[in-house]
């Protein structure tokens, strides 16, 4: 068995953000929101992004190097932000580092089990996390008589990052995507994306109020928030502004002009950085 690479809890050490690329602000936006005090190190793999149209294993390859490059800073708790990542790559990070860790899938299923009275869920997703049946395996474990859909919306990642929200394309392309969805009549609709919160509007419309629109971005931030709490980590000093410090794998224009407009505010810093091979 590998060594984990353990390092010393303080509340004072920053929390990791791992995402494919710039998506994950979203968790990172709601993460800041609901722990204010704390400081954030996110790393966005640009260089290798997008990873929801990649093969499994090399998801998982990807993030333990991205990992591994993050431990450095001394991280008291990683969130893997990217759904991709969190379906195929949890086992091998929980197993190398040893720190928390938190997936976005495990969260978001909770919340859409708790909050279905009818036990059926839809699942929108890249590619990837869709065909890893990632969100239908642990919707199953918290509530065996539930009925799941799934829907991969593959074109939705590229939409947010062009800024086409509000736009009569995304819309189209939208309802494309949900409308076998929605003749299941699905009672929640969990978005299994990091993008998919920046589409909020333009899904709930289509699905209409019946449908519960769940947000992995918001429910992870809670669960953040109370593993650190458990483990007497959360950072109690109060700070006048908000702290994250992007680091990303490509140069990083369009990681600024997309992140500014996700988080809907200046960015501070972003710098570039190599990860390397992880044998
Ligand atoms: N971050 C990815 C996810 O949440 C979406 C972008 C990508 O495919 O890399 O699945």
Same mark, same amino acid.
Not at 23 to 32: E, M, N, Q, S, W
Not at 142 to 165: D, R, S
Not at 184 to 190: E, M, T, Y
């Given at each position: 068995?590998?060594?984990?690479?353990?390092?010393?809890?303080?509340?004072?050490?920053?929390? %990791?953000?791992?995402?494919? &690329?710039?998506?994950?602000?979203?968790?990172?936006?709601?993460?800041?929101?609901?722990?204010?005090?704390?400081?954030? /190190?996110?790393?966005?793999?640009?260089?290798?992004?997008?990873?929801?149209?990649?093969?499994?294993?090399?998801?998982?390859?990807?993030? @333990?190097?991205?990992? *591994?490059?993050?431990?450095?800073?001394?991280?008291?708790?990683? $969130?893997?932000?990217?759904?991709?990542?969190?379906?195929?790559?949890?086992?091998?990070?929980?197993?190398?580092?040893?720190?928390?860790?938190?997936?976005?899938?495990?969260?978001?299923?909770?919340?859409?089990?708790?909050?279905?009275? *009818?036990?059926?869920? %839809? $699942?929108?997703?890249?590619?990837?996390?869709?065909?890893?049946?990632?969100?239908?395996?642990?919707?199953?474990?918290?509530?065996? %008589?539930?009925?799941?859909?799934?829907?991969?919306?593959?074109?939705? $990642?590229?939409?947010?990052?062009? &800024?086409?929200? =509000?736009?009569? $394309?995304?819309?189209?392309?939208?309802?494309?995507?949900?409308?076998?969805?929605?003749?299941?009549?699905?009672?929640?609709? /969990?978005?299994?994306?990091?993008?998919?919160?920046?589409?909020? *509007?333009?899904?709930?419309?289509?699905? &209409?109020?019946?449908?519960?629109?769940?947000?992995?971005?918001?429910?992870? !931030?809670?669960?953040?928030?109370? @593993?650190?709490?458990?483990?007497?980590?959360?950072?109690?000093?109060?700070?006048?502004? !908000?702290?994250?410090?992007?680091?990303?794998?490509? /140069?990083? =224009?369009?990681?600024?002009?997309?992140?500014?407009?996700?988080?809907?505010?200046?960015?501070?810093?972003?710098?570039?950085?190599? @990860?390397?091979?992880?044998?």
């Amino acid at each position: 068995m590998r060594s984990k690479l353990a390092i010393k809890p303080a509340t004072a050490a920053p929390i %990791g953000i791992f995402d494919s &690329g710039v998506g994950g602000l979203t968790v990172a936006k709601a993460i800041l929101k609901q722990l204010p005090n704390e400081r954030l /190190i996110y790393l966005g793999d640009t260089a290798r992004a997008p990873y929801g149209t990649k093969a499994g294993k090399t998801v998982a390859r990807f993030a @333990v190097e991205c990992v *591994n490059y993050l431990m450095q800073y001394k991280i008291k708790a990683l $969130v893997v932000a990217c759904n991709t990542a969190s379906a195929y790559a949890l086992p091998a990070l929980r197993e190398r580092f040893g720190i928390p860790i938190l997936g976005v899938i495990q969260p978001g299923s909770k919340r859409a089990a708790a909050e279905t009275p *009818n036990g059926s869920i %839809g $699942v929108i997703g890249t590619s990837a996390t869709i065909h890893s049946g990632a969100y239908p395996k642990a919707l199953r474990q918290l509530a065996p %008589g539930i009925q799941v859909f799934t829907q991969a919306c593959p074109l939705f $990642v590229p939409l947010v990052e062009e &800024g086409w929200i =509000d736009n009569p $394309v995304t819309h189209e392309v939208a309802r494309i995507y949900l409308h076998e969805l929605i003749a299941k009549r699905i009672s929640s609709l /969990i978005l299994g994306c990091t993008h998919y919160p920046i589409l909020k *509007n333009v899904i709930a419309a289509i699905c &209409g109020s019946e449908v519960k629109i769940v947000d992995s971005a918001e429910t992870v !931030s809670q669960e953040l928030s109370e @593993v650190l709490a458990q483990r007497r980590l959360l950072q109690t000093k109060k700070r006048s502004h !908000s702290s994250l410090q992007c680091l990303v794998t490509d /140069i990083p =224009d369009a990681f600024i002009r997309v992140g500014q407009r996700i988080l809907g505010s200046e960015l501070g810093s972003v710098r570039k950085v190599r @990860v390397m091979e992880v044998t």
